[in-house]
Structure formats: structure tokens, C-alpha cells
């Protein structure tokens, strides 16, 4: 009704995850949504939650998270999987050198 987007998804998968939430995690945000809603909302969920079960998890220490815009332009012929450049950015440094480290 106010063109606001649904976060409901986003925040229920956050919610899941924080139950689960350990050190070493490293979580990788893959969405179209609104630039800020990696910090704002999933950051926000994976500290209360952590908070709330008496654990002390830092950002970039003990779990990471990061973001990746989704890459299919389903409009584009010429620009596929293999071919369209991926991004990823993480909250802190060391969040991003997790998620974009080579296994």
C-alpha cells in the first residue's frame, strides 16, 4: 500500500538463521532488496538474537556476513550466469575476505 518492500522474508530467514547462529558462521545475504538491509535488518536480528541467549558473537570476529546482489537480468539476452560479474560486499573487511575467499 505505501510501496514500502515485503521484508518478511528476508527477516524470517534471518530469524531462522539466528537461532543457529555460532562462531565461524559465515552468512552471504543473495537478494533484490533495498541497499542497507544486510546491517539494518540481518545484522540487527543475528546481534538481538545472540544477545538474548547470552552469547557475546562479534561482526567480523566470531561471524560474517555479507551481501551479493542477485546477477540475472532476466530482461538481457547477452549477460548470463557465467558471464555477468559477481559482487560481494561484506560488513567488515573480514567479513568480506570470508565470503569471497576461494575453498
Known amino acids: 500500500k505505501t510501496g514500502d ?3 518478511s522474508f528476508i527477516r524470517n530467514a534471518g530469524e ?3 537461532a543457529y547462529l555460532h562462531s565461524g558462521m559465515v552468512v552471504v545475504l543473495e537478494s533484490t532488496t533495498y541497499p542497507g538491509t544486510t546491517r539494518e535488518v540481518l545484522l540487527e536480528i543475528f546481534e538481538e538474537t545472540s ?3 547470552g552469547q557475546k558473537l562479534e561482526i567480523g570476529k566470531d561471524f560474517f556476513l555479507a551481501f551479493s546482489p542477485e546477477r540475472i537480468d532476466p530482461g538481457r539476452k547477452d549477460f548470463k550466469t557465467r558471464n ?3 559482487v ?3 560488513i567488515t573487511p573480514a567479513c568480506l ?3 569471497t575467499a576461494k575453498h
Do not use: F, N, R, S
Open 84 to 86: 555477468t560479474p559477481k
Open 16 to 18: 531462522q538463521i539466528a
Open 88 to 90: 560481494i560486499g561484506g
Open 97 to 99: 575476505e570470508v565470503a
Open 5 to 7: 518492500p515485503d521484508m
Open 51 to 53: 544477545a538474548a541467549k
